[in-house]
């Protein structure tokens, strides 16, 4: 069975309608046959300049098990279907727009895919309009944000090394750090609103084209020298830290429980992490993350530190500016970052929100780009994909609870993304399938599901809860096809778990992939 296939990605039913007659009487009588019949009639179609397709006899529902959540009052929207037929098995209210969550970033990896390449990188530059004598830098050294959504403090100790190899040992001058691509990008959920004071997470990080590490403070907690001693903080990038440690962790007897919890805090512009709880006596190490309240503040500070460690002394301290270096600075170092086959995987397997809205403000261009641009261009993206329909994107991670699209939409995309090959592996690639997913909650349902499918997820709980699951499956017989879940609340209240959702798709996907 050929991986992929060229038939044409959309379904007009309408424009069949001179060759009904003739599909009528040559109707098969033995529709297990149906088949090698479905593909001659898919060419007289397409001769015809029509795309055929064919409705299974479970287009109506097929959902049996999913739908039952109606009765207890949430939103369910479903749709199946075959790749290379076009064939519907199973649809439920397909065209109804709903918050889709986590499903957005299936957008982002389709358009950044359609705009970059799998190859493309990013690259972050050092850049100075000053002058270089005996070892100084006498000016402004300008770190040059690309908004890669993956720069780490690796590409950041690569880029010192390049002002090494040029002889520089001191810079009379500042640390400048330019976001002038965007950043700081102003929040448009609450989730990021209230970051920038306070976070509990690594999912709300705040976005700049100059953030590196996730934009993500970690702080490693170590046991103490004894039972009840302060455990050990340590940052796990800089050997001065550049945060406030609040240490109220307390080392416990060796095989006693271990349970750590951690905020960072704002105040007058310098971040506190508040770390408590207890680590055992013989625990290794534990690596906490939490979003930092400035990034390009961080990445500064971070450059910094690792230019001193270089044996590098910046004499002017850390800035950031929103302006661009001027045409005549001189690059000093440059450094690429992965390429985008590679911050997909990354992206799309866990869910990550900064990467999927990094991404998304690099579709926009220019300087000062908005998340609202960004998820514009989503949508001028999406309504290129035929048959796709209605999109609303105000962000690639789905964050963003105004997010609207819907199941016959993400079908489309998914449709699409298949029919080219050469960016299909990529896309495909960063989905999980249960069996060996990174996911836990992921690892359900039938032995048939948990191997023949290949999926993401999107999970909200606030203001409504909502659940949704999309991707592909392999048929029994090899064959291609698509679906999308979605399922919206109405309230807040009541809590949608994942396994009122999970297991009844899991049950109503394997009786489709066993009869294909």
Request: positive net charge.
């Given at each position: 069975?050929?991986?992929?296939?060229?038939?044409?990605?959309?379904?007009?039913?309408?424009?069949?309608?001179?060759?009904?007659?003739?599909?009528?009487?040559?109707?098969?009588?033995?529709?297990?046959?149906?088949?090698?019949?479905?593909?001659?009639?898919?060419?007289?179609?397409?001769?015809?300049?029509?795309?055929?397709?064919?409705?299974?006899?479970?287009?109506?529902?097929?959902?049996?098990?999913?739908?039952?959540?109606?009765?207890?009052?949430?939103?369910?929207?479903?749709?199946?279907?075959?790749?290379?037929?076009?064939?519907?098995?199973?649809?439920?209210?397909?065209?109804?727009?709903?918050?889709?969550?986590?499903?957005?970033?299936?957008?982002?990896?389709?358009?950044?895919?359609?705009?970059?390449?799998?190859?493309?990188?990013?690259?972050?530059?050092?850049?100075?309009?000053?002058?270089?004598?005996?070892?100084?830098?006498?000016?402004?050294?300008?770190?040059?944000?690309?908004?890669?959504?993956?720069?780490?403090?690796?590409?950041?100790?690569?880029?010192?090394?390049?002002?090494?190899?040029?002889?520089?040992?001191?810079?009379?001058?500042?640390?400048?750090?330019?976001?002038?691509?965007?950043?700081?990008?102003?929040?448009?959920?609450?989730?990021?609103?209230?970051?920038?004071?306070?976070?509990?997470?690594?999912?709300?990080?705040?976005?700049?084209?100059?953030?590196?590490?996730?934009?993500?403070?970690?702080?490693?907690?170590?046991?103490?020298?004894?039972?009840?001693?302060?455990?050990?903080?340590?940052?796990?990038?800089?050997?001065?830290?550049?945060?406030?440690?609040?240490?109220?962790?307390?080392?416990?007897?060796?095989?006693?429980?271990?349970?750590?919890?951690?905020?960072?805090?704002?105040?007058?512009?310098?971040?506190?992490?508040?770390?408590?709880?207890?680590?055992?006596?013989?625990?290794?190490?534990?690596?906490?993350?939490?979003?930092?309240?400035?990034?390009?503040?961080?990445?500064?500070?971070?450059?910094?530190?690792?230019?001193?460690?270089?044996?590098?002394?910046?004499?002017?301290?850390?800035?950031?500016?929103?302006?661009?270096?001027?045409?005549?600075?001189?690059?000093?170092?440059?450094?690429?970052?992965?390429?985008?086959?590679?911050?997909?995987?990354?992206?799309?397997?866990?869910?990550?929100?900064?990467?999927?809205?990094?991404?998304?403000?690099?579709?926009?261009?220019?300087?000062?780009?908005?998340?609202?641009?960004?998820?514009?261009?989503?949508?001028?993206?999406?309504?290129?994909?035929?048959?796709?329909?209605?999109?609303?994107?105000?962000?690639?991670?789905?964050?963003?609870?105004?997010?609207?699209?819907?199941?016959?939409?993400?079908?489309?995309?998914?449709?699409?993304?298949?029919?080219?090959?050469?960016?299909?592996?990529?896309?495909?690639?960063?989905?999980?399938?249960?069996?060996?997913?990174?996911?836990?909650?992921?690892?359900?349902?039938?032995?048939?599901?948990?191997?023949?499918?290949?999926?993401?997820?999107?999970?909200?709980n606030n203001p409504v809860p909502v659940r949704a699951i999309s991707g592909y499956f392999r048929t029994q017989s090899g064959r291609w096809g698509a679906f999308a879940v979605m399922v919206n609340g109405r309230a807040a209240v009541p809590y949608l778990s994942w396994p009122q959702v999970l297991d009844p798709v899991a049950e109503d996907l394997t009786a489709m992939i066993e009869r294909n």
């Amino acid at each position: 069975m050929p991986l992929f296939r060229t038939a044409p990605t959309s379904a007009r039913p309408s424009r069949l309608s001179p060759l009904l007659p003739l599909l009528k009487a040559a109707r098969p009588a033995a529709a297990g046959k149906s088949l090698r019949f479905t593909r001659s009639l898919r060419r007289l179609a397409m001769a015809a300049g029509a795309t055929l397709v064919v409705a299974g006899p479970a287009q109506a529902a097929g959902f049996d098990n999913l739908t039952r959540l109606t009765d207890k009052g949430f939103i369910v929207s479903a749709q199946a279907r075959m790749l290379d037929t076009g064939e519907t098995l199973a649809s439920v209210n397909p065209d109804q727009q709903l918050t889709p969550a986590s499903l957005s970033k299936l957008y982002i990896a389709g358009a950044a895919l359609d705009r970059f390449g799998p190859q493309y990188r990013f690259s972050t530059r050092l850049r100075s309009t000053g002058t270089i004598s005996g070892g100084v830098l006498t000016g402004d050294l300008v770190l040059e944000g690309s908004g890669d959504p993956a720069l780490t403090s690796e590409e950041l100790w690569r880029l010192t090394e390049e002002l090494r190899f040029r002889g520089i040992r001191r810079v009379e001058g500042r640390l400048l750090i330019s976001q002038w691509r965007f950043g700081p990008v102003p929040c448009i959920s609450t989730d990021r609103c209230n970051a920038s004071r306070r976070s509990s997470n690594a999912y709300d990080a705040l976005l700049s084209s100059a953030a590196s590490n996730y934009a993500s403070w970690c702080v490693k907690v170590m046991p103490g020298a004894g039972s009840q001693a302060p455990a050990r903080l340590a940052s796990c990038d800089t050997t001065q830290p550049t945060e406030i440690f609040d240490n109220q962790v307390t080392t416990v007897g060796a095989g006693g429980k271990s349970a750590i919890n951690a905020r960072r805090t704002t105040s007058n512009g310098r971040d506190t992490l508040v770390v408590t709880g207890t680590i055992a006596a013989d625990s290794q190490p534990r690596s906490i993350y939490r979003a930092v309240s400035n990034p390009a503040l961080y990445t500064g500070e971070l450059m910094r530190d690792i230019l001193a460690r270089a044996g590098i002394t910046v004499t002017g301290g850390v800035d950031i500016t929103s302006t661009a270096p001027p045409s005549s600075a001189a690059q000093l170092g440059s450094v690429e970052g992965k390429p985008m086959q590679e911050l997909l995987t990354r992206m799309l397997n866990y869910s990550n929100n900064f990467m999927a809205d990094q991404l998304t403000l690099a579709l926009v261009g220019g300087s000062q780009a908005t998340l609202r641009q960004g998820g514009a261009k989503l949508e001028t993206f999406a309504s290129a994909i035929p048959g796709h329909g209605p999109l609303t994107m105000y962000s690639g991670s789905g964050l963003t609870s105004q997010n609207r699209t819907s199941v016959s939409g993400l079908v489309a995309l998914l449709d699409s993304m298949y029919h080219r090959p050469a960016l299909f592996p990529t896309f495909v690639a960063g989905l999980q399938a249960p069996v060996n997913g990174p996911m836990r909650f992921i690892r359900r349902g039938s032995e048939t599901f948990r191997n023949h499918v290949m999926v993401k997820t999107g999970t909200l709980n606030n203001p409504v809860p909502v659940r949704a699951i999309s991707g592909y499956f392999r048929t029994q017989s090899g064959r291609w096809g698509a679906f999308a879940v979605m399922v919206n609340g109405r309230a807040a209240v009541p809590y949608l778990s994942w396994p009122q959702v999970l297991d009844p798709v899991a049950e109503d996907l394997t009786a489709m992939i066993e009869r294909n």
